[in-house]
C-alpha cells in the first residue's frame, strides 16, 4: 500500500525559505522519479520538481535557481528546498512519482508566502 507524507509547510514572509520532507512507503519510491507538485485553488496540480533515481532532476521555470530537490534513497524520502520565496509560490505542495502511478495523494503540506 503506498502512502505518501508531506511535511514542513508554514507561512512566510517573502524572501524566506522552508524546507518540505515526503516520506514514502509501498512500491513508489523506488526505481521511480519522484516530484514535488503544487496546487492553487482553482488551478490544475502543476510540476514543481523532479529528480530521477539517477538524480537527473527538472524544475519547472518559476522555481528555477530558487529551489532544490533532493531525495534519500536509504530513507525513502524527497526533500525541497525552498528559498527566495515570493507571492506566486504559496498553495498545497503534494509530494508523487514522475509521472504520476496509481492516483495516490498524501495529503499535502501548506505554503503561504505573504508580501
Known amino acids: 500500500q503506498v502512502r505518501l507524507v508531506e511535511s514542513g509547510g508554514g507561512s512566510v514572509q517573502a524572501g524566506g525559505s522552508l524546507r518540505l520532507s515526503c516520506g514514502a512507503s509501498?512500491?513508489?519510491?523506488?526505481?521511480?522519479?519522484m516530484a514535488w507538485y503544487r496546487q492553487v485553488p482553482g488551478k490544475q496540480r502543476e510540476l514543481v520538481a523532479s529528480?530521477?533515481?539517477?538524480?537527473?532532476?527538472k524544475y519547472a521555470d518559476s522555481v528555477k535557481g530558487r529551489f532544490t530537490i533532493s531525495r534519500d534513497n536509504a530513507k525513502n524520502t524527497v526533500y525541497l528546498q525552498m528559498n527566495s520565496l515570493n507571492a506566486e509560490d504559496t498553495g498545497a505542495y503534494y509530494c508523487?512519482?514522475?509521472?504520476?502511478?496509481?492516483?495516490?495523494w498524501g495529503q499535502g503540506t501548506q505554503v503561504t508566502v505573504s508580501s
Open positions: 509501498g512500491r513508489i519510491f523506488s526505481p521511480n522519479a
Open positions: 529528480i530521477g533515481i539517477n538524480g537527473r532532476i
Open positions: 508523487n512519482s514522475d509521472p504520476v502511478l496509481g492516483g495516490y
